[in-house]
């Protein structure tokens, strides 16, 4: 076992956990652009973190506009061994009601105006994604939430939409007839690029809704969504004080949770590979590179 660092990407509101110390926000450069905001580094219970929120301060990026790329290759470059998503979502069953959280284990992409991959043309590689949530992460988190009696589910699926605008009626019972559990606009590159970055990954998605398809609720707002965050966003703070020390030491290799993802996942021919494109790729995939 070895000692983890743990990302947090997340809503406003996450970095007032009590008890962090040490507070630091650094400027973290990507050769991909800029990263949502600073990182903001500090200790919880002895325990290293780093949190990022997705949004920027202050929430100045729309789902389109976040920078996924940069924010997953900002977190690699911060040390960080693990990585845990807070996200708002929308329910889209009966059973997961607001204040309600989802562990997810399955993605459904639906989004198409943004970047999903590092490897572009002069590297390509196709990672294994057929279960793309670290289970050892999952677990450690289902037994927080337990603990601390927040409304749990595990072994959802999410399906991850464009926005900004919320689902139309239509899209909503789609939705629900493929089998999904929770709609959001947030996940997806994320958890794709994570894999690509050899970072176990898992997502707390938070309800905060029921879409629109609901006949007894009425269509989601931004007031009643955010009027549920509030709460929401403090059972988070809660949640991670309690996991991080479940999680404060990992296996040296946590093959399950993509620490080996890239291993076979090189397809270009060594000779043919842009040397530009792999300095780019030196804090995601420089340990493959080293070996080639």
Not at 57 to 75: E, K, Q, T, V
Not at 112 to 120: L, W, Y
Not at 151 to 168: A, D, L, R, W
Not at 230 to 252: D, F, H, Y
Request: glycine letters at 8%.
């Amino acid at each position: 076992m070895v000692t983890a660092t743990i990302g947090v990407i997340g809503g406003s509101g996450v970095e007032h956990i009590d008890g962090l110390i040490d507070q630091q926000w650094k400027a973290i450069k990507s050769p991909f652009g800029e990263p949502s905001d600073e990182l903001l580094f500090g200790k919880l219970d002895g325990n290293s973190i780093v949190f990022l929120p997705r949004h920027g301060r202050g929430h100045r990026l729309s789902p389109s506009s976040i920078n996924y790329r940069a924010n997953i290759d900002a977190m690699k470059r911060a040390g960080v061994t693990d990585l845990i998503s807070l996200s708002a979502v929308g329910s889209l069953k009966e059973n997961l009601e607001p204040g309600h959280f989802v562990l997810i284990d399955q993605f459904i992409d639906r989004t198409f105006s943004r970047e999903k991959t590092f490897f572009e043309k002069g590297c390509v590689a196709h990672v294994a994604f057929s279960h793309p949530v670290s289970i050892r992460l999952q677990e450690a988190l289902y037994s927080s939430c337990m603990d601390l009696n927040i409304p749990v589910h595990k072994n959802g699926t999410y399906i991850c939409m464009e926005g900004p605008q919320f689902s139309t009626l239509a899209e909503s019972k789609l939705y629900r007839s493929w089998g999904c559990d929770v709609v959001g606009m947030t996940n997806m590159p994320e958890a794709k690029l994570a894999r690509e970055a050899e970072l176990p990954y898992a997502t707390v998605a938070m309800v905060t809704d029921f879409d629109c398809w609901h006949p007894n609720h009425e269509s989601v707002t931004v007031e009643g969504v955010i009027k549920v965050m509030v709460e929401n966003t403090k059972n988070a703070c809660a949640l991670i004080r309690e996991v991080l020390p479940r999680i404060a030491e990992r296996p040296a290799i946590d093959i399950q949770g993509g620490d080996r993802a890239l291993d076979d996942a090189l397809v270009t021919n060594p000779s043919f590979r842009d040397p530009f494109l792999l300095e780019k790729l030196g804090a995601v995939a420089g340990r493959v590179f080293k070996n080639c």
